[in-house]
Antibody, heavy 115, light 109 residues
C-alpha cells in the first residue's frame, strides 16, 4: 500500500540541526511532490516547504529561509528535511505529505523537541 | 493564518454543522481549497479536495462548497467519530506556496 514512513523522535539542543527522513513506498517515487508540514503542541498546521523527488527542486515558506534544506535520494525513495539553528519554538511534530490533488498521504509524524 | 476558521463548532449527533474558511480569492490569491480531518495524536487525513470532491473512502456526509472568498465544509448526520480538528488549506497562485487555516475543533455533544 502507499505509505510514507518517517524517522523517529528527536531531542535537540538550541542551535543544533535536525534531519528527518521520509521513506516512500507503494508508488512511483518520482511522480509526486512531497511537502513538509509541522504542528507545534496544541497548535495548527504550518506548511514548511515542498520538494520534487523527480528533479530535486524545492521551494519553502519565507519564514524558514536560510534554515531549511530538503533533499531526496531516488535510489531509496527517501526525502529528507534538515532544519538548522533550532530554537524552542521549533518544538513540533513534523510531517511529510505526498501531494497529488491535496495532501493525500501523510507520514506518521516525527516529534522534535528542542530543549 | 491567511485563512480564517472559527476556533470551535459543536453539534449533536444527527445534526449538520458547517465550518467556514475565509480568505480564499480566485484573483491574485489562492486556487482551490482542501479540507483535512485530524484526530488527536494522528496525522491529518484529506477529506475534501478541489473545493467539492471527496477522496475514495470518505463518507458522503462530508461536503465542500465555496462562495466568494469563503469555502465551507459541511458535515451532515453528525457522529461521535466526527469529533476532531478540521483544517482548510489552499495554494497561493502568486508563489505556489501553501497556507493553512488555523483549524476548527468540532465537538459532538
Amino acid at each position: 500500500q502507499v505509505q510514507l514512513v518517517q524517522s523517529g523522535t528527536e531531542v535537540k539542543k538550541p542551535g543544533a540541526s535536525v534531519n528527518i527522513s521520509c521513506k516512500a513506498s507503494g508508488y512511483t517515487f518520482t511522480r509526486y511532490y512531497i511537502n513538509w508540514v509541522r504542528q507545534a503542541p496544541g497548535q495548527g498546521l504550518e506548511w514548511m516547504g515542498i520538494i520534487s523527488p523527480g528533479d530535486g527542486s524545492t521551494s519553502h515558506a519565507q519564514k524558514f529561509q536560510g534554515r531549511v534544506t530538503m533533499t531526496r535520494d531516488v535510489s531509496t525513495s527517501t526525502v529528507y528535511m534538515e532544519l538548522s539553528s533550532l530554537r524552542s519554538e521549533d518544538t513540533a511534530v513534523y510531517y511529510c505529505a505526498r501531494e497529488t490533488d491535496g495532501f493525500d498521504v501523510w507520514g506518521q509524524g516525527t516529534m522534535v523537541t528542542v530543549s | 493564518s491567511a485563512l480564517t476558521q472559527p476556533a470551535s463548532v459543536s453539534g449533536s449527533p444527527g445534526q449538520s454543522i458547517t465550518i467556514s474558511c475565509t480568505g480564499i480569492s480566485d484573483v491574485g490569491g489562492y486556487k482551490s481549497v482542501y479540507w483535512y480531518q485530524q484526530h488527536p495524536g494522528k496525522a491529518p487525513k484529506l477529506i475534501i479536495y478541489d473545493v467539492t470532491n471527496r477522496p475514495s473512502g470518505v463518507s458522503i456526509r462530508f461536503s465542500g462548497s465555496k462562495s466568494g472568498n469563503t469555502a465551507s465544509l459541511t458535515i451532515s448526520g453528525l457522529q461521535a467519530e466526527d469529533e476532531a480538528d478540521y483544517f482548510c488549506n489552499a495554494y497561493s497562485t502568486t508563489n505556489t506556496h501553501v497556507v493553512f487555516g488555523g483549524g476548527t475543533k468540532l465537538t459532538v455533544l
